[in-house]
């Protein structure tokens, strides 16, 4: 049985059709990459699975139930967890405090959630700034924080939105790596990323978007040598 | 118990909080022994403002929601301890509790149309609701109308039962016991889960909601406590003044920015800056007023004026209040430390 | 029973009071608009504006609507140097010292004048203040009728001015994209004073409007701002023209339920209706979903 279940979504904004009928599904275990050009509606997308847009037409089902239009505290319950392109750290909280929040959702005492976060700072390498307030990390460092913040919310299914960009190579790597450590702890991962080189290498199967229609979908030789995708790409300046 | 006044009195904390009591405790018998009814009077206001300012703060600090309407909580605890007191013989013992819950449930329903508002229309749309409020106790006579209530002088054997006493010395002490109550109920809360979430939903509701947080819910919880403590300083001011209008009680200015005004000049993002705020700020704003009514009769108003000039003041220069500045300064321990927040 | 006439006539002068409603709610509507400050004391520049006019005809003879420029000009005057001395500071501190910064302004402004003016109520008596229109059963007092045009003129006069000329169109800019706006070359920050400038002085022309038939009073602001909180709310925040419509539904809800309950408290209604509003549709009547 999939994990997620996308179903024929589409949200429209006014006269614009950000997302139109996109379908697709995910395994357990699974790691998806959602790649498109700017204003594909991936981040919309995320946005409709997370619940913080109410799809105009389609359905979602996460682990067996219909997660259509609920809220995105419910969705979070239910073990989706997200991060956030443009970052949203509580800025005048501490570091350890921004992550021990996500964890009381599993542990609702204090001291075991603040335990629970100090593991999951070990994990992402920001257990050396738990005491500094997050507003003042740089921004490889609060994407790091919204990453640690999902993690703590112990989900089955993590959505990742461009939690790469803007790092250096070598720290691009070893975030990598711990995509990867996470996954075999058995997270499924679905992340939206421009870094080719990130996405090309995680993702075992890659989503292609463009004006809000899915145009592609396989691993990641088939779509680096698809015609529509290069198209998609290669015919716009941007890129 | 006393292994844990022990160890609290190792902490320096500790130590400050046992003297500042102290002090409390035996400030209210001086004033007696001396006759000093304004000094007296002054600490119980003092007392009153740092009860409802901290409940206020739970919800502009802790929650980021400020309120301009928590004269509408204190008249609902001040008519319903009048009310009971007057029409059904219930003691104000019983009533002051009674008057806090009906303000707190007055609270849940007016949370839930206006937390539906963004942060700066939900601080218009309470004082909408507090200008509301005034007109319909003004045109309600079940509630007095615009005359309002008065509770008659009781017979000497019944003045426990009523909570009737000559000056303000009596009411100290009960409003110490209900400070000392809110204390015990608020410090945990904010050290909960609850308190954590509350200041997620401050900094953020979208990341609040990605972690699992449900912002109605947890900004209810938040008018809850702010609305119960309050309604219950007003049954303070009823017992103290047995007299409850709606012009008073419902006041934009003397209730729900005194009530402002204390809690952003001690701090609000600490925990007892609402109560320094109050002892800070009430006896000057008390003085200034005294002292503007009577030396320019002719200027009315001008002493509202001058609490503009305050709080434009402290908006500009110290938005952080008296306790970020001294944290600032380096007189308090940072509270990062504390395992607080801290606010730039 | 109430007659079909009494309604009639309630919701002819409640158009007519609602235009004035529309007027202070057009300026916050424009200040939350431009700049997502709210300025809380709103209605006390219309308090102004009203005493401008009051001490104007009073001291000088000058009739209330040749007032108009006047108590504009005097007002945005004050508006921007508010806007220099006190929003400019807070426009990026945390949310709360915004709020208590103008509501600060509002303290000053609103008993600084009763300080100076004295706390009592002041009334202009013109020369046609009791001309009667009659038409059928409806009749209508001339000043009213005045302000009724005068703020739909104000009202045609700013909406040629965001269309046609730069500053209208660079206003318009800021309020959709601010960074956008400010990378085309507009410059911002004088955007910020003269939306202000402009947010305040159009509520000062209600005040003066108001000042032709009802009595005015250095407290008066309190009243008005509620009224052009609830308008806005209504017409979908920072929407300027939905600001107009729906203060004249105001005024009409207002001026029809005073039949039928008690005067006092027709705010009341309006307050209900505000409350239904931002439940059953919380980006108000004319607002869209946002992205």
Partial sequence: MSLLEVKGVVKRFGGLVAVNDVSFSMDEGERVGLIGPNGAGKTTLFNLISGYYRPDKGRIFFDGRDITGRKPYEITKLGVGRTFQIVKPLSNLTVLDNVAIGALLRHPDVNEARKRAEEVLKLTGLYEKRNMRAGSLNLPEKKRLELSRALATEPKLLLLDEVVAGLNPSEVDELLKLLREINESGVTILMVEHVMRAVMNISERIIVMDYGVKIAEGTPQEIASDPRVIEAYLGREEL | ?????????????????????????????????????????????????????????????????????????????????????????????????????????????????????????????????????????????????????????????????????????????????????????????????????????????????SLGINPFKYKMVAMFFSALFTGIGGGIYTVRFRFVDPFAVFDLISVSVYITIAGILGGIYSFIGPIVGSFVFVPISEYVRVYIVSRFPRFYGLHVFVLGVILLAISLLAPEGIMGWLEKKGYLRKREETGEVRKE | ???????????????????????????????????????????????????????????????????????????????????????????????VSQITATFAVLLMIRYGAEAAFGPYTKRIYVTYADVIYRFGTISLQLPRLIAFFVSLGVAVAFYVFLKTTYTGVALRAVSQNRMAAYLMGINVRKMYWIAFGIGVGISAVGGTLVATFLPIHPEMGGFYALIAFIVVVFGGFGSVFGAYISGIIIGVTESVSALFISPSLKDVVAFLLFIAIILVKPTGLFGTEQR
């Fill in chain 3, 1 to 95: 029973m109430i007659g079909l006439d009494y309604v009639a006539n309630a919701v002819v002068s409640g158009i007519l009071i609602g235009s004035v409603y529309s007027l202070v709610g057009m300026g916050l509507a424009l200040i939350w608009g431009i700049m997502d400050v709210i300025n809380f004391a709103q209605g006390d520049y219309m308090m102004l504006g009203a005493f401008v006019t009051y001490w104007a005809f009073t001291l000088a003879g000058v009739d209330p609507l040749l007032s108009v420029p006047l108590s504009f000009l005097v007002t945005f005057a004050l508006g921007v140097l508010t806007q220099r001395v006190v929003i400019e500071r807070v426009l990026d501190a945390p949310m």
């Fill in chain 2, 1 to 209: 118990m006393l292994q844990f006044i022990k160890e609290g009195l190792r902490d320096r904390n500790g130590q400050y909080f046992a003297i500042v009591a102290a002090v409390m405790l035996v400030a209210p018998l001086i004033f007696w022994k001396l006759d000093l009814p304004f000094a007296a009077n002054a600490m119980l206001l003092c007392l009153m403002f740092s009860i409802m300012a901290m409940a206020w703060n739970l919800l502009e600090g802790y929650t980021g929601q400020l309120s301009f309407g928590h004269a509408v909580f204190f008249g609902v605890g001040a008519y319903t301890t009048m009310i009971l007191m007057l029409y059904y013989r219930v003691t104000p013992w019983v009533g002051i509790f009674v008057g806090g819950l009906v303000a707190a449930l007055v609270g849940l329903a007016l949370g839930v149309p206006l937390f539906r508002l963004r942060s700066h229309w939900f601080a218009l749309a309470t004082i909408a609701v507090g200008e509301i409020f005034k007109l319909i106790f003004i045109s309600w006579d079940y509630v007095g109308g615009s005359a309002g209530l008065q509770s008659p002088i009781v017979p000497e054997e019944q003045k426990l039962y009523y909570l009737q006493y000559a000056g303000s010395y009596v009411y100290i002490y009960l409003a110490l016991g209900l400070l000392g109550l809110e204390l015990l109920i608020m410090y945990p809360l904010v050290k909960s889960r609850i308190g954590y979430y509350l200041q997620a939903i401050r900094e953020d509701e979208d990341a609040a909601m």
